[in-house]
């Protein structure tokens, strides 16, 4: 994808449906998983702002994956105000997500085309965020505010929403399977799916098979979804 623009990235977080959730400091380290991501077919990547200098190694991962691999989407996520905003997508972010809905966040992304999903746990939020332009609105935690039956009441008076939960969705068919049945059309999933394991053991090819066989999950029940 050369372009990257708003509407592409978009597709691509909605054609990959699982959103890969990650955060850690050491940059070589981050290189490696994100490149086993994307070698799995997961191409959008979510790396959290979480630690200190995170938007450093942020810039310093985008630089390389623009010339190694320049097909990796690399978005941005625990973002709650716009100045944070602002910096990463001046360091590359195509997608940028939030635990939070912030109307100032929603301008910035809007002003150069980003994607922006905010953290939503009820309809009047999510209502809300469609209005400062939102189109993947993120659920969280997706637990904690009502699973996937949360999201099936709210599709039922609003089924134009787009709903990307993050926090409590696990890389298994019983949890997948619940998820997209009640209607949405990506999901978020870190350490449940790139496993500290995996991390602390540096199995890159561990982690690739993780997500390879987590997307062909995905991609098997939403199949199975749109035929019936």
Same mark, same amino acid.
């Given at each position: 994808?050369?372009?990257?623009?708003? @509407?592409?990235?978009?597709?691509? @977080?909605?054609?990959?449906?699982?959103?890969?959730?990650?955060?850690?400091p050491?940059?070589?380290?981050?290189?490696?998983?994100?490149?086993?991501?994307?070698?799995?077919?997961?191409?959008c990547?979510?790396?959290?702002?979480?630690?200190?200098?995170?938007a450093?190694?942020?810039?310093d991962?985008t630089?390389?994956?623009?010339?190694?691999?320049?097909?990796?989407?690399?978005?941005?996520?625990?973002?709650?105000?716009?100045?944070?905003?602002?910096?990463?997508?001046?360091?590359?972010?195509k997608?940028?997500?939030g635990?939070?809905?912030?109307?100032?966040v929603?301008?910035?992304?809007?002003?150069r085309?980003?994607?922006?999903?905010?953290?939503?746990?009820?309809?009047?939020?999510?209502?809300?965020?469609?209005e400062?332009?939102?189109?993947?609105?993120?659920?969280?935690?997706?637990?904690?505010?009502g699973?996937?039956?949360?999201?099936k009441?709210? @599709?039922?008076?609003?089924?134009?929403?787009?709903?990307?939960?993050?926090?409590?969705?696990?890389?298994?068919?019983?949890?997948?399977?619940?998820?997209?049945?009640?209607g949405?059309?990506?999901c978020?999933?870190?350490?449940?799916m790139?496993?500290?394991?995996?991390?602390?053991?540096?199995?890159?090819?561990?982690?690739?098979?993780?997500?390879?066989?987590?997307?062909?999950?995905?991609?098997?029940?939403?199949?199975?979804?749109?035929?019936?």
């Amino acid at each position: 994808m050369a372009t990257k623009d708003r @509407m592409a990235v978009l597709a691509a @977080m909605m054609d990959q449906s699982i959103i890969p959730v990650f955060y850690h400091p050491d940059v070589e380290l981050c290189k490696n998983v994100i490149q086993a991501c994307a070698n799995a077919g997961a191409k959008c990547v979510e790396f959290t702002n979480r630690g200190d200098f995170a938007a450093q190694a942020f810039l310093d991962v985008t630089r390389h994956f623009a010339k190694a691999d320049p097909s990796v989407i690399m978005g941005v996520g625990s973002i709650v105000d716009a100045p944070t905003a602002a910096l990463f997508i001046a360091n590359g972010a195509k997608f940028v997500v939030g635990p939070l809905l912030n109307a100032e966040v929603a301008k910035v992304c809007n002003r150069r085309g980003i994607p922006y999903s905010p953290g939503c746990g009820s309809a009047t939020e999510i209502g809300d965020a469609q209005e400062l332009g939102v189109e993947i609105v993120k659920v969280f935690p997706g637990s904690s505010v009502g699973g996937p039956d949360f999201v099936k009441s709210v @599709m039922g008076p609003m089924p134009w929403t787009r709903i990307m939960p993050t926090g409590g969705v696990e890389p298994t068919e019983e949890s997948l399977r619940k998820w997209f049945g009640a209607g949405i059309v990506a999901c978020g999933i870190g350490s449940n799916m790139i496993t500290k394991k995996l991390l602390d053991a540096k199995d890159f090819a561990g982690i690739e098979d993780s997500v390879r066989k987590t997307l062909a999950l995905s991609k098997t029940i939403k199949a199975e979804l749109a035929a019936k």
